[in-house]
């Protein structure tokens, strides 16, 4: 089995397990605590009248918040169960959903031709995906924003593991969240330090500023606290110079 096949199965087969409502999920966390904040630290950078394209978006929980702030949302994921829990909890319709392959360009150019440029949120998907397969998703975002496109990438740092560890040692085992993770071998927090600058350069982006920040999961402590993983978070675009994609 090739990884992308690997990476499907797991993905559609945990979806296909969950009904898709808001917090079901481990990381599913309310788009005020996840999506806003991230995209005011975007705001200065990107051009407000392009579509946005959230990659990776699962039940479409952040897509939905991302169509008050563009003209038009655009939410892709993997797993068609996803999908379809997102064009579920769409009932106002404010976004769109389809099924796509990050790892397969022609899928990936086929959305930017009936898309143009666009800006690109990228969730804590880089570290979910099989290494062989992260070069490929970081092109993606590169297709998908041309020129003008912005993009904007977060993902848990090595820094998680050990907030994960403590999760799933609590008494009486891992939250039921973190076990359904496991059981379809999904596996957080594995992108090595200082792997992304050079995965994103890699693929002719350039990092437009950078930082530091949390990443809120739907899950909770025993005190009820929100569960939080240390994070870094990029902004990127198509840097001067690169052959034109697309």
Request: with cysteine; aromatic share 6%; glycine share 8%.
């Amino acid at each position: 089995m090739s990884t992308s096949e690997r990476y499907m199965r797991a993905w559609e087969g945990f979806w296909a397990e969950n009904t898709g409502e808001p917090g079901e999920a481990f990381w599913d966390a309310d788009a005020a605590l996840t999506a806003a904040p991230h995209i005011e630290l975007f705001a200065a950078h990107v051009d407000p009248t392009l579509p946005i394209v959230d990659l990776g978006c699962g039940n479409g929980t952040q897509t939905r918040y991302l169509a008050g702030r563009f003209p038009r949302a655009m939410g892709v994921d993997l797993s068609p169960s996803a999908v379809a829990h997102a064009r579920r909890a769409d009932r106002d319709a404010v976004a769109e959903f389809e099924q796509l392959d990050l790892t397969e360009p022609a899928g990936v150019r086929g959305l930017r031709d009936r898309l143009g440029e666009a800006n690109v949120y990228l969730r804590a998907v880089l570290h979910q995906s099989d290494p062989a397969d992260r070069a490929a998703v970081a092109a993606a975002v590169a297709l998908l924003l041309g020129r003008r496109g912005r993009g904007f990438v977060v993902e848990p740092t090595a820094a998680a593991k050990e907030v994960l560890q403590k999760v799933a040692e609590r008494p009486g085992g891992a939250p039921e969240k973190l076990r359904r993770v496991r059981e379809h071998d999904l596996r957080p927090a594995e992108v090595a330090p200082g792997e992304l600058p050079d995965l994103l350069r890699g693929a002719g982006l350039e990092i437009l500023d950078r930082g530091r920040t949390d990443l809120v999961m739907s899950e909770r402590h025993p005190d009820l606290s929100p569960v939080v993983l240390p994070a870094e978070w990029f902004v990127v675009a198509v840097a001067e110079g690169t052959r034109s994609v697309g």
